[in-house]
């Protein structure tokens, strides 16, 4: 099947992709802008070869993964003030508004740079985005091994961001 002839078949599900992306946590016009972004990257992807056939329709799960990887990739982008995530809850999240944040921030980028360059270059990698599961794929690494390192660093984070708020 050609591509035009697919994209017309996964866009008979527009409002079906919309009401996913809004489950996610977005907006009516965001999910919208992110179904198109979906529809384009598919485009993409067909051209390059890519074959989403499953049995007589389309593979739905990949069109997912596309939708969701889309909205965290625009989740990522927005964030606007140099924090440390931690199971999803910002450093903000943890300062009174009385505290000085740069001096807080400061802090904890120090407690990093005490870190062994492996711990800390593991827990920015998976920080910044990049998956446990990816980052063992690319450097050989053991899955396991990057777990319990990146475990290890954010426990001394929380430690420290719990004894900076009290």
């Known amino acids: 099947m050609d591509t035009t002839k697919k994209i017309k078949q996964i866009a008979k599900k527009h409002q079906t992709w919309i009401t996913i992306v809004i489950s996610f946590g977005a907006k009516q016009n965001e999910a919208e802008d992110i179904v198109q972004s979906m529809y384009l990257k598919i485009i993409k992807k067909l051209e ?47 300062i009174d508004e009385d505290k000085n944040i740069q001096k807080i921030y400061e802090k904890i980028e120090k407690e990093l740079d005490t870190l062994y360059w492996y711990d800390k270059k593991v827990f920015q990698l998976i920080q910044s985005g990049e998956s446990i599961a990816s980052l063992s794929r690319k450097t050989g690494i053991a899955y396991h091994s990057l777990y319990k390192t990146y475990i290890s660093v954010k426990s001394k984070m929380k430690k420290l961001l719990w004894e900076l708020e009290t």
Do not use: A, C, H, W
């Open 48 to 94: 390059d070869g890519l074959n989403i056939d499953f049995n007589d329709d389309y593979n739905y799960f990949y069109i997912f993964k596309t939708l969701r990887s889309i909205f965290l990739d625009i989740k990522r982008k927005e964030s606007k003030m140099p924090t440390i995530p931690i199971d999803n809850v910002q450093l903000t999240d943890y």
